[in-house]
């Protein structure tokens, strides 16, 4: 078996179920690899939340790697994308684009074999796994981060993730040209 494909597919979509984001639309981006034999798996690449566009590029760089390529061998393909790429994919942009062609090697993996990857990767290690609701990491005043918890403990989530501190934006006058941080040090 040989791997034939490796392409990108950005999702774009609007958050509809926290009225804490704001309903601006947002991405992310899959990969999918496919093979002669017509299996395929899929993995997503962090990258994709952040700056979409540049996600196809980078998968269109490491297609030749992995192209024509076993499959089966993950460390080694894994081992080849970041070397050639090495000095400039340690970390960031070209490593996130890695850890989503990875994953789409191990879900191909779990579908050849019949198994859900945990297996592949040792087994279970606990029977259930705690979740929690996070808003994000922008610090919202107190008033909204209690109707934030409000809102995920009536949608059944025993823990929240909260930003610290306090977000205050204040309006410019026209003549300050101060930005919001030095305004609100000048005003206290």
């Not at 192209?67 to 340690?90: M, N």
């Not at 579908?111 to 029977?127: M, S, W």
């Not at 909204?144 to 909260?162: C, D, H, I, Q, W």
Request: hydrophobic residues 40%; charged residues 20%; proline residues 6%.
């Amino acid at each position: 078996m040989k791997i034939d494909t490796l392409e990108c597919i950005l999702l774009t979509g609007r958050w509809m179920d926290d009225p804490s984001f704001p309903q601006a639309l947002h991405a992310t981006a899959f990969v999918r690899i496919g093979t002669d034999k017509g299996l395929e798996g899929l993995g997503e690449i962090t990258l994709g939340y952040f700056t979409p566009e540049s996600v196809p590029a980078l998968v269109d760089y490491y297609r030749p790697v992995v192209v024509g390529k076993d499959p089966l061998q993950i460390t080694a393909l894994t081992r080849a994308l970041y070397d050639d790429s090495v000095f400039w994919a340690r970390t960031g942009a070209g490593r996130s684009v890695i850890s989503g062609i990875e994953l789409a090697l191990w879900d191909l993996l779990g579908k050849i074999h019949n198994v859900p990857v945990y297996q592949l990767l040792g087994g279970a290690v606990r029977e259930r796994i705690p979740v929690y609701a996070s808003g994000g990491p922008t610090c919202w005043p107190k008033e909204e981060n209690l109707r934030k918890v409000g809102l995920y403990a009536r949608l059944g989530y025993r823990a929240a993730k909260l930003s610290t501190g306090f977000y205050e934006r204040l309006a410019l006058t026209e003549n300050s040209g101060a930005r919001p941080n030095e305004a609100r040090e000048n005003s206290a």
